[in-house]
Nanobody
Framework: QLQLVESGGGLVQPGGSLRLSCAGSGLALDYFAIGWFRRAPGKEREGVSCISSNGGSTNYADSVKGRFTISRDKAKNAVYLQMNSLKPGDTAVYYC?????????????????WGQGTPVTVSS
């Protein structure tokens, strides 16, 4: 059974950076497409970014393109989300999710495995 644990969230000023980590255990993440999602207070969960199982394809929400970068480290069985130029609108709980797919959808209903989330607050 695959388990996912996110880390790296916290409080950051506008314009700052954070790197979120999604660590997998139980199964190798190589066989899974990994997505990052977020839920802001009072809003529905939205897809932020995803990476295909072989790492060859990535997708980003328009709101984060050019600021966020997703990557995966096979040796560490982890996926990362580098977030730069953070804005107050990026404040949310961020979740990683996995699904044994080759492709990389940004729809949350495509994913069955979820982490517990890590909070990100962007505020001065």
């Amino acid at each position: 059974q695959l388990q996912l644990v996110e880390s790296g969230g916290g409080l950051v000023q506008p314009g700052g950076s954070l790197r979120l980590s999604c660590a997998g255990s139980g199964l190798a993440l190589d066989y899974f497409a990994i997505g990052w999602f977020r839920r802001a207070p009072g809003k529905e969960r939205e897809g932020v970014s995803c990476i295909s199982s072989n790492g060859g394809s990535t997708n980003y929400a328009d709101s984060v393109k050019g600021r966020f970068t997703i990557s995966r480290d096979k040796a560490k069985n982890a996926v990362y989300l580098q977030m730069n130029s953070l804005k107050p609108g990026d404040t949310a709980v961020y979740y990683c999710a996995a699904e044994p797919l080759a492709a990389c959808p940004l729809s949350s209903h495509e994913y069955d495995y979820w982490g517990q989330g890590t909070p990100v607050t962007v505020s001065s």
